[in-house]
């Protein structure tokens, strides 16, 4: 019996270092073999390194001190100025947390988000629908609607904030017209929101119709076909075969275009510049204030700022893929 065990024990003991070996070489292999495709991917690898990975170091490292634009170091003349900062632990955390701007930033950001993602999916949506269709001039409506996203992002904000202008712009000169008394777009705080929402959901909806009717697309034809000789109407072939079969590029989309919306920074900073006061200031803006606006400019309460967003959206993100495996999905 003893001697059985032994063996045994000596046998699995060779079958890990098999399972080790086969490892080691299964990656001197795949070094091997595919070696151009490393070192194609090693520059890429490298430079995002050094452009994400080194200011995300830094920014964390900021974080725990009290650096400001009075005790950075800096260059006067032929003067140079050692930092003089010091390290203050999560000092800066519990200032922000406990500050109300904070938890009112995030509210809003919150509401910017859910609102401007939810009308960008359904606007994307109905679009890629409607454009999945034959029909005349197909062409020209999808080059059309796919407009806004060539055009670069401030030069978009810039020629919407000349159409929300209150006294000159192309809107109100329109509702005058038709005798409507002029709108304060951007100087009323409700209506601020919904012109920074407007312009956003404006930006996105391409991205999203893109995505979602090449999703449409990979959608086999012929289940349509059966599920319309079964007698199913136009709502249950879209309850029952579009919207599942969507569900991974969804999903997808739905994330990236909440990271993206989370952190959008040039619509609120151009359009509004996070006013009238502070009524559509966001938290990303909010870091940006902290750092070039306020005096002294705050650099580690900026830094707190950020990698409170980080944090935020890793948060949303780990909770999102989990939401993911229980629904089945692969991510």
């Not at 960008?120 to 996203?149: D, E, K, Q, S, V």
Request: net charge positive.
């Amino acid at each position: 019996m003893a001697v059985h065990t032994s063996r045994t024990a000596a046998q699995a003991a060779g079958d890990t270092n098999v399972a080790r070996g086969r490892g080691r070489g299964g990656l001197k292999h795949a070094l091997a073999t595919h070696w151009y495709a490393w070192t194609m991917v090693a520059p890429v690898a490298l430079v995002l390194g050094v452009i994400i990975g080194w200011p995300l170091v830094r920014g964390i490292y900021l974080s725990l001190t009290d650096a400001n634009e009075r005790n950075v170091a800096r260059t006067i003349g032929a003067n140079t100025i050692e930092a003089s900062y010091e390290f203050v632990g999560l000092d800066n955390y519990t200032a922000v947390l406990s500050d109300p701007v904070f938890w009112q930033r995030l509210v809003w950001t919150v509401v910017w988000t859910v609102v401007c993602v939810s009308v960008t999916f359904a606007l994307g949506l109905a679009l890629a629908n409607m454009l999945n269709r034959n029909f005349r001039g197909r062409g020209f409506y999808r080059m059309a609607l796919i407009l806004p996203w060539a055009v670069p992002g401030f030069v978009s904000v810039f020629a919407w904030r000349f159409l929300f202008n209150r006294d000159n712009g192309i809107l109100n000169k329109v509702l005058e017209g038709g005798g409507i008394a002029a709108v304060p777009w951007l100087d009323d705080p409700t209506w601020a929101k919904l012109s920074v929402i407007t312009v956003n959901v404006w930006l996105g909806v391409p991205f999203m119709m893109v995505a979602l009717l090449g999703g449409l697309q990979s959608i086999p034809g012929e289940l349509y076909e059966a599920a319309e000789m079964d007698g199913a109407g136009a709502w249950q072939r879209f309850r029952h075969i579009t919207l599942p079969g969507l569900r991974s590029v969804s999903m997808t989309v739905i994330l990236l275009s909440t990271i993206w919306t989370f952190n959008m920074f040039p619509v609120i900073f151009l359009l509004t510049r996070g006013g009238p006061g502070d009524s559509t200031e966001i938290l990303v803006t909010q870091a940006f204030r902290e750092a070039f606006v306020s005096s002294p400019r705050d650099f580690a309460g900026s830094a707190t700022w950020g990698v409170l967003i980080l944090a935020l959206l890793m948060i949303f993100a780990l909770v999102y893929r989990r939401s993911l495996r229980k629904q089945g999905e692969v991510w």
